[in-house]
């Protein structure tokens, strides 16, 4: 299940080196260091939500840091991220929710990307209802009451139906297919970017409002404001094929680390620590929260997370 499906997520408040969610195509602007052989340079992909902002700046200061390399950034959207990896444009994803038609395209007919391995951390994107809403009234977890509750949810953008509140309209999401298809009176408004998003929820929970939204794990916000999980249609194999006809959750998702082939191959040092580099959720929320909430820029988060893990990030470098 593409994350390009999985509407996503939050580059969250104030980030410091990256704009939020949404970002403009950049592959036309790669970097100068990609695939550049020989050379102890390497560029990084980097999706707009924190998590994934978390992974990077904690490569990018092990790279710079412990092995001597020149790192370089460059933030894409998913779709043409792959584009640019393919092109050489960058020379890693290290965060993919799964794109099972660029996989092909790129991975088993052209060869020019390659496999990565597991980040570690397996994500799952949901509809959540705040916690103290859930515990009022405990059936609004299941799909089959949502309904019932459209008046409440109801907000001035989401003309007269419930609003399910997602992030920016650049991600293509399985939202407004499960809304027509599960027969809810609810209508998609997007906020704009992660960010937006992510300022409207801290809104409504100041202010003890209800609301349904689309969000995700992991995710630092779950600290700030806890959101229960609505039970949609368990996710079955092949469910969500079709993306109007999609009336099934969305699945719990392994996420992988993806290679330009050259890169992969002959980038030396960089490729064989970034094959290693794997880490836990709780690790990638620890630094998510240091970005987005503690408002540290990611350097300087991902240096504070180096400084107290190093019996983690020792095992990364190559022997």
Request: hydrophobic share 40%; net charge negative; charged share 25%.
């Amino acid at each position: 299940m593409a994350r390009t499906r999985l509407a996503v997520l939050a580059a969250a408040v104030a980030l410091t080196a990256l704009t939020g969610c949404g970002a403009a195509d950049m592959t036309r602007q790669g970097s100068p260091y990609a695939a550049a052989e020989g050379s102890r340079t390497v560029t990084l992909s980097v999706q707009s939500w924190v998590g994934a902002q978390a992974n990077v700046a904690v490569a990018q200061y092990l790279l710079e840091h412990e092995l001597g390399y020149r790192v370089d950034t460059v933030q894409i959207d998913e779709v043409p991220a792959w584009d640019a990896l393919s092109q050489g444009r960058v020379d890693a994803i290290l965060e993919d929710w799964g794109h099972p038609d660029q996989e092909k395209r790129y991975i088993d007919d052209k060869g020019t990307i390659e496999r990565g391995g597991d980040l570690g951390v397996t994500g799952h994107i949901g509809w959540f209802v705040p916690t103290y809403f859930a515990e009022q009234h405990p059936d609004v977890t299941d799909w089959k009451n949502l309904n019932k509750y459209a008046e409440a949810f109801r907000t001035a953008e989401s003309g007269g139906k419930g609003q399910l509140l997602d992030g920016s309209p650049s991600y293509v999401t399985n939202d407004k297919a499960l809304v027509d298809n599960l027969g809810l009176d609810y209508q998609v408004v997007f906020a704009g970017s992660e960010a937006a998003q992510i300022t409207q929820i801290k809104q409504f929970a100041k202010e003890r409002k209800p609301f349904l939204t689309y969000w995700y794990k992991p995710q630092w916000l779950f600290e700030k404001v806890p959101m229960t999980e609505v039970k949609l249609p368990a996710h079955r194999e092949g469910c969500d094929a079709d993306p109007e006809q999609v009336s099934c959750a969305y699945p719990h998702t392994p996420l992988q680390k993806f290679f330009n082939a050259r890169f992969a191959e002959g980038g030396g040092d960089a490729a064989a620590f970034l094959k290693k580099f794997r880490w836990t959720t709780d690790m990638q929320n620890d630094v998510a929260l240091m970005i987005a909430e503690q408002k540290l820029s990611p350097q300087e988060a991902a240096g504070r997370w180096v400084k107290d893990n190093e019996s983690t990030w020792r095992a990364w470098l190559p022997s």
